[in-house]
């Protein structure tokens, strides 16, 4: 019985989650305000790479890291990925979707149809990554243009953007169902700030003390950085298994998490 | 039985921590009907209809919509109802006819179908002008003949309207009225809440009166006057009223089958209401005014919830 509620509650009609985001689609067609959201969260990483990447990165010069040489800004770039992928996927999964469950009401009108929480929760996120996508893709061209990594680099790294947009989409959606208002999301960008900073994004974590380093190896940031940075500077060692599995970990749990939630805000 | 009735419920119950919405109903409503609850607020009228639209868990009883249980079949259940929220919910970042074909997309709908239904139903609810407008520009009464066009989207067999008129103006209501008798004619089934009663009595074949959780009557608006009333109500002021119509109330005693003393006036329920009014002259007494009227489901509500001021 247990088994067959769980299997009902996870069982997904492509058609439903496709309908929840052909919704999306249809506000995104509808006027300009949400363009100007969707540039504005590109330039922020891009902004960040030119000035830190290539500014500081010329006062910095060449690091070595793990025994292999490469420049800073190419040290940086990935880093900047990563944020990138975050930060397109949380700015759907966190305010938009806040917006609709709290205010817009969005959520209680689907629910009124076949669609189910979980159908509601996957075809967000999906429509997340897809938008977190255009970001990354561009900023991949831009490395690539920059001669920061290569074209098979940044090939190779997309498909690990499409996984930290998940993760960080679905937990992000979790988190959005916790809020109780607008000055909660304070905390979560400055939480977001704090792992910007320090996952190794801007100098390797074992420049830290071994604590802070432990305790920076446990957030998501660090592997999504990682991750992306091994398969675009091709230094890619068994490490990278670690850091998918963590990020897979938060897809499925946080999934899991938000479609519970929003079933126990609306369906009560 | 159950699989004849759309809406089968026993012993249903809504619970929400200690506090009982739905204390034990029973409900039959069969295809065709258009089936009322009327009460006051917090009478449980929206906790039943939320059960019914299968978004939320009975606590106890059973209850089975078209014939499936709500918990196991809850999607393909709500695949076939149409369901008009008491707030509207429109998506403000849509088209007024963007509101429907997206909604229609979520009950599987195609694309192309989608958008023939849309313009039918614009056509119906007479919003086709507004088609490519944006909906938060629409006044109260086009928002909810909007709510109601999309919860025709899926061609429902059962609708059901929680409070579709609260908030309109009277023009407004009676179009929206004249819009869902039409769907009533059509042999769509309505399930429908409300505390007007002019609303009930319009629409309704048959209603329940809910208060505190429970069913306290049921019948169609002419057997539950006739149950609960008398045929005539005679409403009586007095000159010096307000705080004395307790004592006009007590020298009025006996005549009609009731006296009921309000605040503003006193009313007598009567078979015969010009009876009752010269049985008042032959007591010597000389109300400022007399008004005698028919019963209205109002007398009945009142009489059977009670005048107290729910909030």
Known sequence: MMTTLVAARLSLSPGRVGAVINRNVGALRSGPSYWIVLISGFFEPLLYLLSIGVGVGALVGDLSVDGHTMSYAAFVAPAMLAVSAMSGALAETTFNFFFKLKYMKTYEAVLATPVRPFEIAVGELVWAVVRGSVYTVIFLGFMVALGLTTVAGAIAAFPATVLIGLAFGAVGMWVSTLMRGWQDFDLLGTGQFAMFLFSGTFSPVHDYPVGVEILIQLTPLYHAVELVRSLCTGIVGPGILVNIAYLAVLVVGGLWLASRRVEKMLCV | ?311
């Open chain 2, 1 to 311: 039985m159950a699989d004849q009735s759309l809406i089968f419920a026993r012993g249903l119950v809504k619970r929400f921590g200690d506090f009982t919405a739905v204390d034990g109903i029973d409900l039959d409503v069969a295809p065709g009907e258009a089936f009322g609850f009327l009460g006051p607020n917090g009478a449980g009228k929206s906790s039943t209809m939320r059960m019914i639209g299968c978004v939320s868990r009975p606590t106890a009883g059973q209850l089975r919509i078209l014939g499936m249980d709500p918990v196991r079949d809850g999607t393909r259940i709500r695949a076939r109802l149409g369901v008009c929220p008491q707030l509207d919910n429109l998506d403000p970042d849509l088209s007024v006819r963007e509101n429907l074909t997206t909604y229609a997309r979520y009950f599987g709908v195609s694309r192309a179908e989608a958008r023939t239904r849309a313009d039918e139903l614009l056509e119906f609810v007479q919003l086709s002008d507004r088609a490519n407008g944006k909906v938060e520009p629409l006044s109260g009464g086009m928002k909810r003949r909007l709510t109601i066009a999309r919860a025709m989207v899926n061609d429902p067999d059962l609708v059901l309207l929680d409070e579709p008129t609260t908030g309109l103006d009277p023009q407004a209501r009676h179009l929206v009225w004249e819009r869902l008798f039409r769907l009533k004619q059509r042999g769509t089934t309505l399930v429908l809440t409300t505390h007007y009663m002019d609303e009930a009595e319009q629409l309704c074949d048959r209603l329940v009166v809910m208060d505190g959780g429970k069913i306290v009557a049921e019948g169609s608006p002419r057997s539950l006057i006739q149950n609960y009333s008398t045929a005539e109500v005679v409403e009586l002021r007095f000159a010096d009223g307000l705080d004395s119509n307790a004592q006009y109330a007590a020298k009025l005693d006996g005549i009609g089958e009731r006296v009921d003393p309000l605040p503003d006036r006193v009313l007598l329920y009567a078979d015969d209401g010009d009876e009752a009014v010269a049985e008042v002259h032959r007591r010597g007494l000389t109300p400022a005014s007399v008004l005698v009227r028919r019963s209205t489901l109002e007398d009945v509500f009142l009489h059977l919830t009670g005048r107290t001021l729910v909030d």
